[in-house]
């Protein structure tokens, strides 16, 4: 080959390499824009959300036809019963008092009984056992909620709750739509949140933290408690924060299983209803569109996205305290 033809394939060589450095900066480049594009595409539909809510609730306290309504009295009153009556009371409380409740029972099943199960498959369970278990534990979370909610309807108050109930005092305590059935299927529902988050946490942790604490002498069980729980705690806390936030927003289950009484009460034997709950009927066409029922709907969802925001900041900050890094 002569000294031409040498430099007419190193020329040519460099100019495919310049073209495949040129190309791979125009892929990097169109992937970074398309990536930047999707997060800016979820900010802006929070923040529509947030003027939405913002814009319609501040309608409703401003309805000239109803200048009874306040903020304060929004906030601070016990009674709730925009469908009934000539004087519909619009206190927010025994909503909240009722999402809270079914949030606490479902949080109270699905919390301890999750990280128990995420203990196991990490530091107990054999492999041939671990892989089906935790595959059975996340087909729980593709069952639909509607699901849930005839389950709690027909199985665990009939079934479970009135037997017990009648065990234990001979009398019926549980009607047909209680807010402890709706509870526990919430808390099945979250399950495999907390249990396959927990799971992915306790199994990050390095194993050089485990080989020290064998050589120290402790026992397995130690070892899980005292060394790799404490070790995967933030990842622990972010997997139950978003369980007790997906357990706020559930609306088919308490629809369904809790029933429509809005009232301020911490007994889990009574009827209850939630946020969500009085927001589908409101949304079923119970109220008509543009009227006081109707906007009061988008009151409740503020507060709502109000309560999930806080839950949100404050799991923030315990992250933030908690969180521990590993090389």
Sequence with gaps: MSPSDQISLSHAARRGRLVSRRSRLRSEAIVRQTLFGTALLSV?????????????????????????????????????????????????????????????????????????????????????????????????????????????????????????????????????????????????????????????ALRSVPRSLRDGAYALGSTKFDTSVRVVLPAALSGIVAACLLAVTRAVGETMIVALAAGSVPQLTMNPASQSQTMTGYMVQIFLGDAPAGGVEYQSAY?????????????????????????????
């Excluded at 503020?302 to 090389?327: D, P, S």
């Design 44 to 200: 802006a539909t929070t923040a529509a959300i947030m003027v939405v809510l913002a814009i319609e609730a501040f309608t409703f306290f401003m309805l000239p036809d109803h200048p009874e309504i306040s903020l304060g009295q929004f906030v601070t009153g016990t009674e709730w019963s925009p469908l009934l009556g000539a004087q519909p009371k619009f206190g927010v409380l025994p909503l909240v008092s009722g999402t809270l409740l079914i949030t606490g029972i479902a949080a109270l099943v699905a919390l301890p009984l999750g990280l128990i199960i995420a203990i196991f498959l990490s530091e107990y369970a054999p492999r041939w056992l671990r892989t089906p278990l935790k595959a059975t534990l996340e087909l729980l979370a593709g069952v639909p909620t509607v699901v849930y909610g005839f389950f709690a309807l027909t199985f665990i108050t009939p079934d479970i709750l009135q037997r017990v109930a009648r065990w234990a005092t001979g009398e019926e305590v549980f009607g047909t739509y209680n807010a402890l059935s709706a509870g526990i299927a919430v808390g099945i529902m979250i399950l495999p949140i907390v249990c396959s988050l927990s799971e992915d």
């Design 299 to 327: 009151a409740v969802a503020a507060t709502l996205f109000l309560i999930t925001l806080a839950l949100a900041w404050g799991g923030a900050v315990i992250l933030k305290r908690f969180r521990e890094e590993y090389e």
